[in-house]
T-cell receptor, first 114, second 115 residues
Framework: EAQVTQNPRYLITVTGKKLTVTCSQN?????MSWYRQDPGLGLRQIYY???????DKGDVPEGYKVSRKEKRNFPLILESPSPNQTSLYFC?????????????FGEGSRLTVL | GENVEQHPSTLSVQEGDSAVIKCTYSDSASNYFPWYKQELGKRPQLIID?????GEKKDQRIAVTLNKTAKHFSLHITETQPEDSAVYFC??????????????FGKGTKLSVKP
């Protein structure tokens, strides 16, 4: 089954404790992206990647890091989480053939930073 | 800069009425325009998309129109039902500028369909 898998789905942590949210896709997609969603603010892009070893900042990259060492994985790293990073996070992927592939979302990871 | 504007931010209609959501984009080279529906507590899911070589596309009660000259596209939902209540996002695939290759989303429209 084609899917984007995020882990963990729910996490409560404390300020300053490094954490990683993993994202994996099994569709051989070139493009992957991370979004955060807060009430009333829609989907805000954090980082995106067009392929292995290629990453670019989105609208709200501050406080986040990503890596794309393998095509299927795109982890989101919070080196020193702060309460303002409490949010719902979505990972997504799409194929870039013909530039018109559907974007598939993971189920989301709800993060609370105390 | 690269941008997708979406209006309105909230829309309330009576069951059975039509709903229209409009988006404009800044990159005249954009060639792909999807619409996503996000129900409460769930992930966004694709409901319809249109490519730049087509002016209109329909799928049952949902249609999307594209005006490339005006850089404008719209989602039309006819005979709305309570289950259409959700947040809808438009997006555009950018081919030029700093966001080349990226899919840029509008800020979303919260649609409420009253029984």
């Amino acid at each position: 089954e084609a899917q984007v898998t995020q882990n963990p789905r729910y996490l409560i942590t404390v300020t300053g404790k490094k954490l990683t949210v993993t994202c994996s896709q099994n569709m051989n997609h070139e493009y992957m992206s991370w979004y955060r969603q807060d009430p009333g603010l829609g989907l805000r892009q954090i980082y995106y990647s067009m392929n292995v070893e290629v990453t670019d900042k989105g609208d709200v990259p501050e406080g986040y890091k990503v890596s794309r060492k393998e095509k299927r994985n795109f982890p989101l790293i919070l080196e020193s989480p702060s309460p303002n990073q409490t949010s719902l996070y979505f990972c997504a992927s799409r194929g870039l053939a013909l530039n018109t592939g559907e974007l598939f979302f993971g189920e989301g990871s709800r993060l609370t930073v105390l | 800069g690269e941008n997708v504007e979406q209006h309105p931010s909230t829309l309330s209609v009576q069951e059975g009425d039509s709903a229209v959501i409009k988006c404009t984009y800044s990159d005249s080279a954009s060639n792909y325009f999807p619409w996503y529906k996000q129900e409460l507590g769930k992930r966004p899911q694709l409901i319809i998309d249109i490519r730049s070589n087509v002016g209109e596309k329909k799928d049952q009660r949902i249609a999307v129109t594209l005006n490339k000259t005006a850089k404008h596209f719209s989602l039309h939902i006819t005979e709305t039902q309570p289950e259409d209540s959700a947040v809808y996002f438009c997006a555009a695939h950018f081919l030029t500028g700093g966001s080349q290759g990226n899919l840029i989303f509008g800020k979303g429209t919260k649609l409420s369909v009253k029984p």
